[in-house]
């Protein structure tokens, strides 16, 4: 069981490989930001509507108390997958800035400024185990303020990397 | 913890494997004799310096109004965030005074 886990970690840090199958330096760069933007997309929508979902049937009760029992073995996977898959664009994006820091602007910079946040308070989250870290750190990965802002300067970033 | 120090480790690793990559390799250059055709690469190169320099003026870069704005925002609602969460934490552990 764990070799298959250990595998499957490993096959998903490839995921970005395909980005250098490219001839061109310059392009293969660029899409190691499209590695990060997809990677973020694939880890968080599917764990935010699987934790709304959860949330929904507890509140509503009766009945629905059944499929929130029936989804709980299927929550630490999908915890993990969303910390793999988020680790693997989070360091794709890091890359994608490093190699094209000649570059630096002021929106890319603050990408990675909010970036950093969310992946350390994630990080810390997961891996501490003092009560108020886990708090403070759960309250600050879940800020809705934080997200908005994240979503904002990536299509910024998209749509003035180019000019 | 020992998890959170080998995650630490990992990203230092990372860091400083990568930052070789951003050497300036000038200096080797230097080191060669300068022949004809050297010579005429480094005009070009000169040439394509100065084209990338106005390139440069065109896009948004440190310094600038707007996109430096954007920078204070994102750095004021990050350290925002922090300090109110870290308020709701403290304020919620707090013992509420009652009135006499």
């Known amino acids: 069981m764990t070799n298959r886990y250990f595998l499957l970690v490993f096959l998903l840090f490839l995921i970005p490989l395909p980005a250098f199958a490219d001839d061109d330096g310059e392009d293969a760069v660029e899409d190691l930001g499209w590695v990060a933007i997809g990677a973020g997309v694939i880890a968080t929508v599917p764990f935010i509507v699987f934790v709304k979902v959860r949330k929904f049937a507890v509140k509503a009760g009766g009945s629905t108390v059944q499929i929130v029992r029936q989804m709980a073995p299927s929550y630490k996977p999908i915890l ?3 910390i793999i898959v988020n680790s693997i664009g ?4 890091m890359l994608h800035g490093l190699l094209l820091s000649s570059n630096l602007e002021p929106i ?3 990408l990675a400024l909010v970036m950093t946040v969310l992946m350390i308070s994630g990080v810390l989250l997961r891996y501490t185990s003092s009560r108020n870290a886990k708090m403070f ?3 600050l990965h879940g800020q809705f303020g934080l997200v908005i802002l994240l979503i904002g300067l990536i299509l910024l970033h998209v749509f003035t990397a180019d000019d | 913890m020992t998890k959170l120090s080998l995650f630490l480790i990992l990203l230092l690793a990372l860091t400083v494997t990568t930052v070789p990559v951003f050497a300036d390799d000038d200096d ?3 080191e060669f004799g300068f022949g004809e055709n050297e010579r005429e690469k ?3 190169r000169d040439h394509d310096d100065e084209r990338e320099d106005d390139d440069d003026d065109e896009r948004i870069g440190l310094g600038t109004g707007v996109s430096d704005m954007v920078l204070y925002v994102t750095i004021s609602a990050i350290a925002g965030t922090i300090g109110y969460t870290g ?3 403290i304020s919620a552990k707090r013992p509420k005074l009652v009135k006499k």
Do not use: A, P
């Open chain 1, 80 to 82: 993990n997958f969303h």
């Open chain 1, 90 to 93: 989070y360091f794709s994006g």
């Open chain 1, 108 to 110: 890319s910079l603050s």
């Open chain 1, 137 to 139: 750190n759960r309250l």
């Open chain 2, 28 to 30: 080797d250059e230097r």
């Open chain 2, 42 to 44: 480094e005009r070009e």
């Open chain 2, 87 to 89: 308020y709701k934490i």
